[in-house]
């Protein structure tokens, strides 16, 4: 909300300098995003007469000017071509700073000529870019008067933010209002203009949608004329940046700055059939003053003749019935649309216009007529003419809230010190009304234009008996707190003494579920695994999702796009496609994880940790860089898992992968035979093909909903062996299809008291083996608990170890 300093002044009675008036704004809550103040950095220059203009007797392309600067002369060298005796121009002092060019004047010679000053040009100012010459005042203008002062540009501009709930805060007066009851001057009162009617409005209402518009008036105002505003409505309207385009379209900007009041004006002459119908839209288009286009939808509200759609109602007009220099007859729109169907159709079109700024917020409904006679009598002024009587539609507003204050309050909820009688007269300054009071509460009527109190929002029919019961409640308590923020804030947001929330003994408790917090774990193993995290639509195409497997009852009714027409059936598909974006583009070395939903059907979804890899490990001095390859993927995997709980023993890679993974290169973790923990291995060939991956990409999926929660046990001292423990190697000939898994299962089942580990540390297949066999070795880590082993119960050990293999896989101890 942008307003000049005498802008504010035509409501404001007040003395109070500009730093004090900006420092209150703030401090009451319209906090100043910006002032701009001209006048500050151009106060040095002041209007001066040359007096004389002499050829330079040094240099051909320089004169020597004697000026007047009210009172002194003084001797200027001057370069430009129409520096003349008995022109007025704008003269810098030294010691001044000029802006153009970014230095600061000192006394000086030129060629051997005293120079104690400069004559300048506008771009040297900083207000333009013409620099051909010095500025040329008029003949009458007065000699020594500051130039700022003359040019009126002496008028800061203020810029300040307005909540949303602030709507009266969006007029020049409602700005006034709030600094008057802060104690920073008088406001001027408001007195509407009276106009004498002559006949009946040539266009008349008819409102067929009153849940967008309750109310709406309107007036003819007949044999107008048409042309530029005066200078003062000009001059005001482009002091906040708003452009000048005619008197009557000049009004209506005006008080939609000046009360917070938004008006339109339709040339009647070119309204066809004498009736302008509010409706619902119904897919027509105009052109909008904006200069674009707008269609309409059957949510929006119009304003329509018999020709069809002319303004998309309170937001923007139409070019066919806007008014221009050929106006003769103007009909005055004066309406109250509902700030909830503004809203929507503001952001439905992206249309934001000062109009829409000001209805979404909540308007004075009680404004109407008053701000209709008041934009007649500036039409009338301006442009002359006969106006009509009043055009009405819809229900006049009733606008009846109460609030009840108690003065206790004010020290136990707002901590400070206020006496009845300074809270109740902030109130009143502000334009509450006292209803009744006594010693310890007062209740008071709510001014129309504060709608943010008292105004509980409207119950939707959809709304549970909760929500309906949670209204009530806040309707009961609001309203009070509404008014203690107003006492409070009058007397300055900084003078609240801050006080902190009172600490809560003890630990707290856990913020997040278990779930949360297993979500949360997954995340930061893979990412420190060097995993980067995506986060990827939950849908994508059908085609797409048809490659990991999919139900029937996934895709969309009403897609946002053709290609995101079905929910996914494991994250991996979308950070598939995202790999592909990434390695068309040149990067083709990736890890990507994501943890997020996978749908199994249209009423089932379970939480996923994906992860894909392509290419090559990082390039390093300790090893050389290779391509990644299933066992990378089953790492990752078994990290998500370990973390989360799984005891690794636990777990078991079967080879019945689903079809997305390579046969041969893939596999499923299971905890048990039934309990599937994820997925791991090398994507399909077909399937890369497709999705435009490099053969050999690796990927995996872990089950987070599977994975029992680990049982609380309570945590007890760790038992410290007081024997070494002992390594025994062994190496078995077994089938090659033979999984090492089950080899290694059975090595520690042989005896569990005694062997805490078991690790595979080589495979080798070639020469000197049988074909179609490969060799596995193992580690075996035997752990005495009760006494140091004889060599003999060793080998009893490890004769069971290799007796358990044998049954267990066939594979023989290799000699």
């Not at 000086?108 to 506008?122: A, D, N, Q, Y």
């Not at 990507?592 to 996923?608: D, K, R, S, W």
């Not at 290169?665 to 039934?674: A, D, I, N």
Request: charged letters at 20%.
């Amino acid at each position: 909300m942008k307003f000049s300093l005498s802008w504010l002044r035509t409501w404001l009675e007040t003395d109070a300098p500009l730093d004090s008036i900006v420092e209150t704004l703030s401090a009451i809550g319209l906090e100043v995003e910006s002032v701009e103040n001209r006048a500050a950095a151009l106060a040095p220059f002041v209007i001066a007469e040359v007096i004389e203009a002499l050829p330079h007797p040094n240099a051909d392309r320089l004169r020597e000017c004697r000026v007047n600067i009210g009172g002194a002369e003084l001797s200027v060298v001057c370069g430009a071509p129409n520096a003349r005796t008995g022109m007025k121009a704008v003269f810098a002092p030294a010691g001044a700073f000029i802006p153009g060019s970014g230095i600061t004047l000192k006394v000086g010679e030129i060629r051997g000529v005293k120079s104690e000053g400069m004559l300048v040009s506008f771009r040297e100012l900083s207000l333009g870019d013409d620099h051909e010459g010095i500025i040329e005042l008029p003949a009458d203008a007065p000699v020594g008067t500051p130039y700022v002062v003359w040019a009126g540009m002496d008028d800061p501009l203020i810029d300040i933010s307005v909540t949303p709930n602030r709507g009266d805060a969006l007029a020049v007066r409602g700005v006034a209002r709030d600094l008057a009851a802060a104690g920073l001057g008088v406001l001027k009162n408001f007195t509407p203009a009276v106009i004498t009617a002559s006949g009946a409005s040539s266009i008349v209402w008819n409102n067929e949608f009153p849940q967008a518009c309750p109310y709406i008036l309107g007036r003819t105002v007949r044999d107008v004329k048409n042309a530029e505003s005066p200078d003062w409505l000009k001059a005001r309207l482009a002091s906040i940046g708003l452009r000048p385009i005619n008197a009557l379209v000049d009004i209506t900007n005006f008080f939609t700055i000046d009360l917070g009041r938004p008006l339109h004006v339709f040339d009647a002459d070119k309204v066809s059939g004498g009736v302008l119908t509010l409706r619902r839209g119904n897919g027509e288009s105009f052109a909008g003053l904006h200069g674009k286009p707008v269609t309409v939808t059957n949510d929006d509200c119009v304003i329509a003749d018999a020709h069809g759609v002319q303004s998309l109602a309170g937001i923007v007009g139409g070019e066919a019935t806007g008014c221009d220099e050929n106006t003769r007859s103007v009909f005055i729109e004066c309406a109250w649309f509902d700030r909830v169907q503004i809203a929507q159709s503001g952001q439905r079109h992206a249309i934001f216009s000062d109009a829409r700024q000001r209805f979404e917020r909540g308007i004075d409904t009680m404004l109407l007529p008053a701000a209709l006679d008041c934009a007649t009598a500036m039409v009338l002024e301006i442009c002359g003419g006969t106006p009509s009587d009043v055009s009405a539609a819809g229900d006049k507003p009733d606008w009846n809230r109460k609030a009840n204050l108690r003065f206790a309050r004010l020290k136990d909820f707002g901590g400070a010190d206020v006496t009845p009688d300074e809270a109740v007269a902030s109130l009143e300054q502000l334009g509450f009304t006292i209803y009744r009071r006594d010693a310890v509460h007062v209740e008071l009527d709510v001014p129309s234009w504060r709608n943010d109190v008292a105004n509980p929002p409207a119950l939707d029919q959809h709304d549970t008996p909760q929500a309906a019961k949670a209204a009530a409640g806040a309707a009961e308590i609001e309203p009070e707190h509404d008014l203690i923020e107003e006492v409070l804030r009058l007397r300055g947001l900084d003078s609240i003494v801050p006080v902190s929330l009172p600490v809560q003994p003890g630990v707290p408790g856990p913020v997040l579920t278990p779930k949360q917090a297993r979500l949360a774990l997954a995340r930061r193993v893979l990412a420190a695994r060097g995993l980067m995290e995506c986060v990827t639509f939950s849908f994508l195409g059908h085609d797409i999702a048809g490659l990991f497997g999919h139900a029937t009852d996934l895709r969309l009714a009403n897609p946002i796009a053709a290609d995101l027409d079905e929910m996914r059936p494991t994250p991996l598909a979308t950070l598939a496609l995202a790999a592909a974006r990434n390695i068309a583009r040149g990067f083709g070395d990736l890890a990507l994880f994501e943890v997020g939903p996978a749908y199994i059907n249209a009423a089932t979804q379970i939480q996923v940790a994906a992860g894909i890899r392509t290419g090559a490990t990082l390039l390093s001095a300790l090893q050389p860089s290779r391509k990644f390859d299933a066992m990378d993927a089953k790492a990752d995997a078994l990290a998500v898992l370990t973390a989360l709980g799984v005891p690794v023993d636990a777990i078991t890679a079967t080879p019945d992968a689903p079809d997305h993974y390579h046969p041969g290169q893939s596999g499923v973790l299971r905890q048990g035979p039934k309990i599937i923990l994820g997925h791991f291995g090398t994507l399909h060939p077909s399937l890369c093909d497709k999705l435009d991956l490099p053969l050999g990409s690796v990927a995996f999926e872990v089950f987070l909903d599977t994975i029992a929660e680990p049982k609380r046990r309570k945590k007890t001292a760790p038992v410290l062996p007081a024997f070494q423990p002992i390594r025994r190697d062994f190496a078995f000939l077994v089938d090659a299809n033979a999984p090492a898994d089950a080899l290694l299962r059975a090595a520690k089942g042989a005896e569990r008291q005694l062997i805490s580990n078991v690790a595979l540390f080589d495979r080798y297949e070639g020469k000197n083996l049988p074909e179609g066999q490969v060799s596995l070795a193992m580690a075996v880590t035997i752990q005495p608990t009760e006494k140091t082993l004889t060599e003999a119960e060793l080998d009893a050990v490890s004769a069971r170890i290799i007796t358990a293999v044998a049954k267990a896989t066939g594979a023989v101890l290799r000699s």
